[in-house]
């Protein structure tokens, strides 16, 4: 069985440009997850999509973060524009959607904003 | 809100030593509890997932426990080789109003010497 697919693997901008990030779940996962890690700590939660719909964006900084899962498979995860302190690894997740139901997680894109 | 500590944030042993790593979280109603690994600029490794109706769960020379009343739980590492350097993240699965969340410690740094 496939794991969770992500790309790019490393990205590097300057502050104020935009970047986008990609996810694929594991096929039949209807629950995706972006989690944002922060050099020296564990994984935060950005947000996360039920099929096509959000279930929780409260640590999202709308002002410069946006995602969508538009068909309910595929995820992207856009910054624009970029700050400093947005350097960290982008994870992308996916589980069953029921509850105790583990998730997976990709491998990650590391972001570096100089 | 679920708070997850671990204790302590870095730690070197000599190679072929056993060793315990600590983690706490506060509210003792979880779901699931999780150890991952990761390495440096890496993304998680899954290392063990206990449920909460279990005590421990083994994978060859790992052996994780769980006391939810205590709200700790404990990896053991028996044999260490300088392979197990990483660090190792523990994450508790928790219901949140209906919904489910993973929170995450962050980290601690294993550093096995040859």
């Known amino acids: 069985e496939a794991g969770v697919a992500q790309s790019p693997r490393y990205k590097i901008i300057e502050k104020r440009q935009s970047v986008a990030f990609w996810c694929n779940p594991i096929?039949?996962?209807?629950?995706l997850y972006w989690y944002q890690q922060i050099l020296g700590q564990g994984p935060k939660l950005l947000i996360q999509f039920q099929n096509n719909g959000v279930v929780d964006d409260s640590q999202l900084p709308k002002d410069r973060f946006s995602a969508e899962r538009l068909k309910g498979v595929d995820s992207t995860l856009k910054i624009q524009p970029a700050k400093l302190e947005d350097s960290a690894v982008y994870l992308c997740a996916s589980s069953g959607g029921l509850a105790g139901v583990e998730q997976f997680f990709g491998p990650g894109t590391r972001l570096t904003v100089l | 809100k679920q708070e997850v500590t671990q204790i302590p944030a870095a730690l070197s042993v000599p190679e072929g030593e056993n060793l315990v790593l600590n983690c706490s979280f506060t509210d003792s109603a979880i779901y699931n509890l999780q150890w991952f690994r990761q390495d440096p600029g890496k993304g998680l490794t899954s290392l063990l997932l206990i449920q909460s109706s279990q005590r421990e769960q083994t994978s060859g020379r790992l052996n994780a426990s769980l006391d939810k009343s205590s709200g700790r739980s404990t990896l053991y590492i028996a044999a260490s080789q300088p392979g197990d350097s990483a660090t190792y993240l523990c994450?508790?699965?928790?219901?949140?109003?209906?919904?489910?969340?993973?929170?995450f410690g962050t980290g601690t740094r294993l550093t096995i010497i040859p």
């Open positions: 994450a508790v699965y928790w219901p949140d109003f209906g919904n489910e969340k993973l929170t």
């Open positions: 096929s039949g996962h209807a629950t």
